[in-house]
């Protein structure tokens, strides 16, 4: 059923694509059997995923198989000198070995290690086409979203102190080195995914079952839901909204300031100037930049790594706290998100997150009465910010400190809600003591 709800959606979503000329997720992604990967790192990640449910033996096979796949590609595209401009050199093979073990699975296999196989390659395949799913839906953004309401969210975020224009700063301080390095961390937020989800299914192939909750799956509801938001609240971020965007950019010719239609900025202001106080309205913005701001996905994904990386070892844990913060300063420092919406992404990820426990253990009444109460929550940040930003900005010493405890609430019933499931381990017995012999 998952799998059928899927490919309608990924069909459904492909029509939506070509009817703004546009390719759709399956053609992006069956364009990559062949033709050079966009991301190579993100389809190695995928298989890696898929072989959670091999055998040491079979895996060390299919990498080999990867790797020399990828050197055949390369091989022919060094004699027939086609250059890769628009893509990675590797990654066909990544592909080329999880189609190949479906092919297996079906031919091959029988009974529950068919089953098995088919869901690690769902599982890998659910990665990759998560990838190219929100790259679709970035694009519908821009084209069925032609203003935006980042003037009503700048002003909202006086009461936070502006902190993108002054994380920006600081950012812009640390030069190139901070600048790339933090690049790094928010361009492979996947692959930081997958190492905790490879860390809770290392188990699988012994044990030849899923877990009943990990990572993976509230990482796909997150990308799923997320970007219907973006339809209900368009805003493209303070890097474009109130500068240039060339910073962020390699084809800077695109994005000029000027359309037809008027400016497309309000100013030159980020990061070096605060937007000053006014009435904030609508603002028509360009049919290319993607309006992926409300709720900060970013915040989502790195606060479900934080949270499902607390059961793993201490490196594991330091891992997802240093992502957590790196991705939030670069939110941030790189002038993509507002500081509303992080708030609204850490409540959006803590309510699907209880809500995915909730359903995994059969849902009872502190479930369904944290996600209504999350649910609620989230809807009243996007009300509040919608309608209430002038007055969020005249009294910043009272909303700002506001949100925050709004947020601190949801965080401490997260916790009180779900540390009740959460197994506990019967202290071991001790040895009665034997009476001294008289």
């Not at 603002?283 to 790195?302: K, V």
């Amino acid at each position: 059923m998952a799998g059928v709800v899927t490919l309608g959606f990924l069909i459904a979503l492909e029509f939506a694509a070509r009817r703004y000329g546009l390719p759709g997720p399956i053609a992006n992604q069956a364009r990559e059997v062949i033709f050079a990967p966009k991301s190579g790192f993100l389809l190695y990640a995928g298989m890696a995923l898929m072989m959670v449910v091999l055998t040491w033996r079979q895996r060390f096979i299919a990498v080999g198989a990867a790797i020399g796949i990828d050197v055949a590609f390369f091989v022919v595209r060094w004699a027939v000198d086609a250059k890769v401009t628009d893509g990675h050199p590797f990654g066909n093979g990544a592909l080329w070995v999880i189609l190949g073990c479906a092919v297996i699975a079906l031919t091959r296999r029988t009974g529950r290690e068919r089953v098995l196989l088919l869901k690690g390659v769902g599982l890998g395949l659910l990665l990759v086409a998560g990838r190219k799913t929100g790259d679709t839906w970035l694009l519908i953004t821009s084209k069925a979203r032609p203003t935006v309401l980042d003037q009503y969210v700048a002003t909202a975020d006086h009461a936070l102190g502006d902190p993108s224009w002054l994380v920006g700063r600081i950012v812009t301080a640390t030069g190139p080195i901070g600048f790339n390095f933090l690049d790094i961390v928010y361009g492979q937020l996947a692959v930081a995914a997958v190492i905790v989800a490879l860390y809770q299914l290392r188990n699988v192939a012994v044990e030849r079952r899923f877990p009943g909750h990990h990572l993976v799956r509230t990482f796909l509801v997150i990308g799923l839901l997320g970007p219907a938001i973006y339809m209900i609240f368009p805003v493209v971020g303070p890097v474009f909204a109130y500068g240039t965007g060339a910073e962020h950019w390699a084809t800077v010719s695109l994005w000029s300031q000027t359309t037809p239609s008027g400016q497309w900025a309000v100013a030159d202001l980020w990061p070096e100037t605060p937007p000053p106080i006014t009435t904030p309205h609508h603002m028509p913005f360009d049919g290319i930049t993607p309006r992926n701001c409300m709720p900060s996905l970013h915040t989502a994904w790195a606060t479900a790594i934080f949270i499902h990386s607390r059961k793993g070892p201490r490196f594991l844990r330091f891992a997802g706290t240093f992502w957590l913060i790196a991705t939030l300063t670069a939110t941030l420092g790189f002038g993509y998100h507002y500081g509303a919406d992080l708030i609204a992404g850490v409540v959006f990820t803590l309510t699907i997150e209880a809500a995915l426990r909730s359903f995994d253990r059969g849902w009872d009444r502190s479930g369904i009465r944290f996600a209504a109460c999350g649910a609620t929550v989230f809807a009243a940040l996007l009300v509040s910010y919608r309608y209430l930003p002038s007055e969020m900005a005249k009294h910043p010493w009272v909303f700002g400190p506001l949100l925050m405890l709004v947020m601190a609430s949801v965080i401490y019933g997260y916790v009180r809600t779900i540390a009740p499931w959460e197994p506990r381990t019967a202290p071991a017995l001790q040895p009665e003591s034997q009476p001294e012999p008289v």
